[in-house]
């Protein structure tokens, strides 16, 4: 984007750049040093407020905030910053110092302009609502959003007052409790912007404001009565209701304290920001924001894992045009990818074309768009393209012969830098990689069902896996925007090993006579997106039983036939896809009764603990470098309530001693496979840095070191 403008005079400091043109006009370059991307730390917002005050003095005709970045305008605050917050005062402090300096914006005498262009996010945002216009880049990268209840608290500079003000309850209610951002157009008809732009009239547009000087955006009049005194008290327990059908108070405290304050301050006055810095820093001092923020970190941790590769990673073939296959396809062409999909014959890749044509329209929109991304993929029943593959991806069935057997058909084929990859859930990559002329290409890339959503891929490092062959690997999973997680060979990964015992405890738990809808139900109550039941259906019954006994039979285990789950497979009924499963399913959602009678007391723990017993017994042998790594394969991979901070955390913040004593009381009661694991020392060392298992130690039965 363009910089600078001939005739401007200006200055530099750290983190912006000011410029006065010869009409007066002040020109805001936001661009933090040493950073692709502006956030505002609190040196950030010290250096503006500086700012500000000299603009206030020169007397400006008008004043536009832009950004030098080009990646966008403004990410939100600096996130790290909140790990240091020690008390409900210092998060007071650092959130009305921040409030203080955008309400300076907001008090300049002249018109102000914020020039957006790619985001503008959280904090951002909130800068931009403290002017008086706003103008954008109106391209498919732009996005405005106030994600802030994502980390577990809500907007705190201004954003629950301000964005109520301009575009009304209903709108910024969506914007703040959802924390979803808005794209282009949305964002115009919402109120939220004043004008769409192409790139080279940005700088144009926002002069044309302080020209004209517009009346600023305001809400309808129906949005602004709704702000009244005695309207918003008639009002507000319909909010609070629709919300609480979706997620709890005691879990997730922020989306109810953004309603509380509307509903106290109408969203006017200075005790509304007030009350707005008051709330958020005593939602800094709950569990939910310190775990949330640190899941947010975790996630950060994984995106910069992944460096870059210098292989080419354009073309990708797909071999296996199941369900598997065909999504792991479409979304590599979705994300730009040349891709070919391979299967014994073209009949069985129409149905995969067919699921990819639907993800294109309802991801892209755009049918110009949607039909480049479905030109991107291309059927290759012959496996023509092998020999052109930068990435090659097995997705058949699970058995390891026969991908022994299609390894060795195609390696000689391959180019000598390509990538092999196996979707495999559950078979150990050193067994594939048997036979391989050059092993150390191989490496697992465990994507995770449904594809398009979920957003874990397991990068499994095999014992002859090259270090290359797995960077190129991560590489690969950041170039489709998932999360890379770094993890050794052995049965079911991370992932599927946890999962295993969770969902075998849910069938016992059904086998003692408890219902599945109780058990479901149970499960939801702690915070898992859904219960083990309805899960296993969504998984599929065969591939669930499939991956169980492969588990099972690496790590030493038996897995006996519980709440008839062989007989439900060799009747067909397979879950979901089938229609049936362990329940009915209708358009997609299983047929549930509503539960008679409480669930046992134990069952959250025979269900919660088993699962994270597992967690321990994959640190202990080392499968993945540390405890923090755990934690991510599990919330990212299984949608782990994000709220506890992690399996791990959980254990961690409930008490070490407290967990193995319940276990050991489960042991008693429900038998050895309670045990606790020998490796809770390690989740005790976890909390203070020392939680790695040194010399990731080969595999052994749970409870033997």
Request: proline share 6%; aromatic share 6%; glycine share 10%.
């Amino acid at each position: 984007m363009d910089t600078g403008e001939a005739g401007m005079s200006g200055e530099s400091g750290r983190h912006w750049r000011i410029e006065r043109d010869a009409e007066g006009i002040v020109w805001l370059w936001a661009d933090k040093a040493d950073a692709s991307a502006n956030v505002l730390s609190s040196e950030v917002l010290r250096e503006l407020d500086r700012h500000l005050e000299a603009i206030r003095a020169g007397e400006p005709r008008g004043v536009v905030v832009l950004s030098a970045k080009k990646s966008g305008f403004i990410a939100g605050a600096d996130i790290k910053e909140f790990t240091r917050i020690t008390s409900e005062d210092s998060g007071y402090r650092l959130i009305h110092s921040g409030q203080s300096v955008l309400e300076r914006l907001a008090e300049l005498p002249c018109p102000t302009v914020a020039a957006l262009h790619g985001f503008a996010l959280g904090g951002g945002l909130e800068l931009a609502l403290a002017c008086r216009y706003r103008v954008a880049v109106g391209d498919e990268r732009l996005a405005l959003g106030l994600p802030e209840v994502q980390l577990g608290i809500h907007p705190g500079f201004g954003g629950t007052v301000r964005s109520v003000q301009l575009i009304g309850v209903k709108a910024a209610m969506q914007l703040m409790l959802t924390g979803k951002p808005v794209r282009a157009q949305q964002a115009l008809r919402l109120g939220l912007l004043d004008q769409l732009v192409e790139a080279n009239e940005l700088r144009s547009a926002a002069r044309s404001f302080i020209e004209k000087r517009p009346a600023p955006h305001r809400p309808p009049l129906l949005q602004r009565v709704l702000s009244w005194p005695l309207v918003r008290q008639l009002v507000q327990p319909s909010l609070a209701a629709e919300l609480a059908s979706k997620v709890r108070r005691d879990q997730y405290p922020a989306p109810y304290a953004i309603i509380d304050l509307w509903s106290r301050y109408g969203a006017r006055g200075p005790g509304a920001f007030e009350g707005e810095a008051r709330s958020i820093a005593r939602l800094f001092a709950t569990d939910t924001a310190r775990n949330l923020i640190r899941v947010f970190l975790l996630q950060d941790r994984l995106k910069a894992s992944a460096g870059k590769s210098g292989a080419p990673l354009e073309r990708v073939h797909v071999v296996g045009a199941g369900v598997m296959g065909a999504d792991i396809a479409a979304w590599a062409a979705l994300r730009g990818c040349r891709v070919t999909l391979q299967d014994r014959e073209a009949a069985l890749i129409e149905p995969a074309l067919a699921r990819a044509r639907e993800l294109f329209a309802k991801r892209l929109r755009d049918p110009q768009k949607a039909a480049a991304a479905l030109e991107r993929l291309s059927p290759d029943p012959q496996g023509a393209s092998v020999g052109d593959a930068d990435v090659l991806i097995e997705a058949i069935f699970e058995n390891l012969e026969a991908k022994r057997a299609l390894f060795a058909a195609l390696e000689p084929r391959l180019k000598p830098q390509a990538l092999l990859a196996t979707n495999t859930s559950s078979i150990d990559i050193g067994q594939l990689a048997e036979g391989l002329a050059r092993p150390g290409r191989l490496v697992g890339l465990h994507f995770f069902n449904p594809v398009a959503q979920m957003p874990l891929i397991e990068v499994v490092a095999g014992p002859a896996s090259a270090p290359e062959a797995l960077e190129s690997a991560s590489a690969f999973a950041r170039k489709l925007d998932k999360l890379p997680l770094p993890c050794r060979s052995a049965p079911g990964f991370i992932v599927n090993r946890v999962l295993m015992p969770y969902l075998q405890e849910a069938m016992l738990a059904a086998a003692d006579g408890v219902p599945f809808e109780a058990i479901d139900a149970t499960a939801v109550e702690f915070g898992m997106p859904m219960g083990p039941i309805e899960l296993a259906d969504v998984v599929g019954l065969d591939v669930a039983a499939h991956v169980g006994q492969i588990v099972a039979r690496g790590l030493g285990r038996t897995v006996p036939d519980l709440a008839g789950l062989r007989e439900r497979v060799e009747l067909g009924k397979l879950g979901r896809k089938s229609g049936a499963g362990f329940y009915l399913w209708r358009e997609g959602k299983p047929v549930k009764r509503s539960p008679v009678g409480a669930a046992p007391a134990d069952l959250s723990d025979r269900l919660i603990l088993s699962l994270v017993n597992e967690c321990v017994a994959c640190l202990r042998e080392g499968i993945a470098a540390d405890a923090d790594l755990i934690d991510a394969a599990v919330i990212f991979g299984t949608g782990f309530a994000p709220f506890r901070g992690g399996p791990l955390v959980y254990a961690r913040a409930r008490g070490v001693d407290a967990v193995v004593e319940r276990l050991e009381y489960l042991a008693n009661r429900y038998g050895e496979r309670f045990q606790p694991d020998a490796g809770w020392a390690l989740v005790a060392g976890a909390g203070n840095g020392t939680g790695k298992a040194e010399g990731a130690p080969s595999l052994a039965s749970r409870g033997v070191e």
